[in-house]
């Protein structure tokens, strides 16, 4: 035997014994699970808790494992999963209404160590009876439960249901460890008929507003198929009448078509008449035509060449006598008129002859007289005409001279210097013969320039004088006596005519 | 137990046996509960803090009264 071989057979005999101790350790190891708890008992079981130190002492494990020692300590598991119990239970609800009770309660043991310890102390070992004993404890709560509900807060009110049963079990629960999840009231019996009759007026509600929601949509679905099949009947009528309508064209158009044929044919026919009676009356007018042209046309040729012959030689044989006639007649009144003539002639010239001496005697005689009348008249008026004019001539001297005087009176009243400038201008002549006394030293004078030498002579001799107007004025004045005198005079013998001026 | 904050899952109130839902242990039980002011009612959702505890099931709650309030 190698070493090899011993030491192969001594690791094998170590891995032999690890498995042994692997399957041991393994038998003795307990593992909670989620859903239970381990009680364990037994020898040294040591309890942590210092509230249960005076309990009945016992471990609980929950979520790990423990070494159990086999005949020295048990481990029981206790489950905590979730239970369920069926109920049924005749009772009476607040309203006294007595009704039979369907319900389901889901439980389970409380998580706690508290609850667990209830728990384990109630049930670890009648687990199977839990659900009989929790039935007979809810049923129990179930009739106090109902008697504090009415139907209606059963059936609608969760709320209250659960308040309910928190209130009637919540000590007993603790007492025994568990905890309700739920209590689900599954169906009530009613044996007075209160909920069938509780649901019936909202039932007959819901069937009178379907009833009534179902007759108007009838009704409308009936409106509405009335007006549609009214307006199918419109559309039907409208066709119809459209059907008529274009029937009654097709006919008409048919009938047309059926009498264009004749009348196309009458029409023709027409045509062919209207043509042939055209043909008939140009063959007549052909034919009027040629006997208008080869007998009516010569005969009246020949007529007119007949008449027109006869009437020349009528005309001639006319003309003929009449012109001898016209010459007859001609000849015979140029005779008398010659006769005629010659006799007027003869006794005109007569009677001129006679009258002509007459004439010439009157005449003579006539003229001489008047000639002598004329003569004296003529004289007489002459001598009448120069008297006339004498005496007008002398009249109108007077007449003028009165008006003179008259004016110049009138003047010297208004204006004594144009009377005495008019003076002036009137006496001139005497002025001058008394200036030329001034000349009355000169012997002999030439005067050079004419008249307009004259009056220059004598202005330069008044102005030299040294009177001036002054002299004048003094010369005025003393003719002026004497043409005063002289102006009484005529005035005096204003109407009398001075025939010697 | 106590410091947990929880929901109303039952009406709490004055002759009423009421329930909270708390988070323990990894999971969430409910626990039956009472008004720590034996007057105050809080109804179902109202979030509430436990202020005593009578096991094994047994809470006593005040009204939860966030900080930012």
Known sequence: MSLLEILLLSAGGVIVALLVIFGILRLLYKVAEPNEALIISGLGVRVDRADTADSLGFKIITGRGVNVLPGFQTARRLSLDTRGVNLQVSCVTKQGLPVTVRAVVIYKVGDDFASIANAARRFLDQQKGMNDTIHELFSGHLRSIVGGLTIEEMIHNRDALTGEVRQSSATEMIKLGLIVDSLQIQEIDDESGYILNLGKPHAAAIAASARIAEAQRDQEAAEVEQVSAAKKAA??????????????????????????GPLAEATA????????TRAAELEAAL???RLQSQVRKPADAKAYDTRTTADAARDASIAKAQAEAKETELRAA????????AADAEAQATKARAEAMAGATRATGEAEAAAAKARGIAEAEAAKAKGLAEAESARAKGLAEADAIKARAAALAENQE??????????????????????????????????????DMFAKALSLGGTGLGLARQLMDAMGKPAEKELDESSRRNGELKLSD | MIGSRGRVTGTIGPGLVGEVLLNVRGGTEAFYAYPADPDETYSSGTQVLVVDFEPPRTVYVERWQPLSR
Do not use: C
């Not at chain 1, 459209?242 to 009498?259: I, P």
């Not at chain 1, 026919?269 to 042939?276: F, I, K, L």
């Not at chain 1, 002025?431 to 030498?453: K, P, Q, T």
């Open chain 1, 269 to 276: 026919r027409q045509e062919v008449v209207v043509q042939e």
């Open chain 1, 287 to 289: 034919a009027e035509q």
């Open chain 1, 235 to 260: 559309a039907v009528r409208e066709s119809q009448i459209q059907q008529a309508g274009y029937q009654a064209e097709v006919d008409e158009a048919r009938a047309k078509a059926s009498q264009s």
């Open chain 1, 418 to 455: 144009a009377v005495v400038a008019q003076q002036l201008a009137e006496r001139w002549p005497e002025i001058v013969e008394a200036g030329a006394s001034a000349f009355g030293n000169v012997d002999h004078m030439v005067v050079l320039n004419g008249a307009d030498g004259m009056s």
């Open chain 1, 334 to 341: 140029a005779d008398a008129t010659r006769v005629k003539t």
